[in-house]
């Protein structure tokens, strides 16, 4: 069946640092992927998605490119900030419309000034 | 804005008390779904509604059910909630009317606790 495998967690780093966060992904044909962040108490954001090899995804400093040759989609940012600090989820869907997402485990991720 | 909307943010019940949660929408999408979510864990679908079709997952407890009265909104209902139901539970929405490549809008999820 369809499995995401994130970057075990927690990471830490310095604001203004360079941020990976690493998923990979097992499915048959060409999954939607899509990372999500969660903020303390709320629930969970979508921040990028990408629907087709060589797509890249990108909002707020965060990119994500869709390799389908590795099979996966890394999430990158060139410079963290604080307000950063959050459970990013890694997540695919087969798509169609009322396909359930398969997410990862999920990575804690906290910025320090 | 659009958006998904849960009430309430917080539920305390009793072990046993049976308790509602509901989620509403104003994005008119036509998939709505529910998600268990635990302390540093991923969400786990419990059951999703395309349009009124009903869509349980196969190990989501007998204990928990769902209604979807019209598209607007969608309820959760736990029978009798033991502490092991304590945890975060989201509503989610997207549109079958994507080509195929939806994205899920999530509430902010009520935090239930059974004491």
């Known amino acids: 069946g369809d499995s995401v495998t994130q970057m075990e967690g927690p990471v830490t780093l310095s604001e203004e640092a360079f941020l990976t966060i690493n998923c990979t992904y097992t499915?048959?044909?060409?999954?939607?992927l899509f990372w999500y962040v969660q903020y303390p108490g709320e629930g969970l954001q979508l921040l990028l998605k990408?629907?087709?090899?060589?797509d890249k995804g990108s909002n707020k400093g965060f990119e994500a490119t869709y390799r389908k040759e590795t099979t996966s989609f890394h999430l990158e940012k060139g410079s963290v900030q604080v307000s950063d600090s959050a459970v990013y989820f890694c997540a695919l869907s087969r798509g169609f419309g009322n396909e359930k997402l398969t997410f990862g485990t999920g990575t804690r991720l906290t910025i320090i000034p | 804005d659009a958006m998904v909307i849960q009430n309430p943010r917080y539920q305390v019940t009793q072990f046993g008390k049976p308790v509602t949660l509901s989620c509403s929408q104003t994005?008119?999408?036509?998939?709505m779904y529910w998600y268990q979510q635990k302390s540093s864990q991923a969400p786990k679908l419990l059951f999703h509604?395309?349009?009124?079709?009903?869509?349980n997952e196969a190990d989501t407890p007998d204990n928990f059910q769902s209604r979807r009265p019209n598209t607007s909104f969608c309820f959760l209902d736990i029978r009798s909630p033991g502490l092991g139901d304590a945890a975060m539970y989201l509503c989610?929405?997207?549109?079958?009317?994507?080509?195929?490549?939806?994205?899920?809008?999530f509430g902010p999820g009520t935090r239930l606790t059974v004491t």
């Open positions: 509604y395309y349009d009124k079709d009903f869509n």
């Open positions: 499915a048959t044909g060409y999954p939607s």
């Open positions: 990408a629907t087709k090899a060589d």
């Open positions: 989610a929405t997207s549109s079958a009317w994507t080509g195929g490549r939806n994205e899920q809008y």
């Open positions: 994005l008119n999408h036509n998939v």
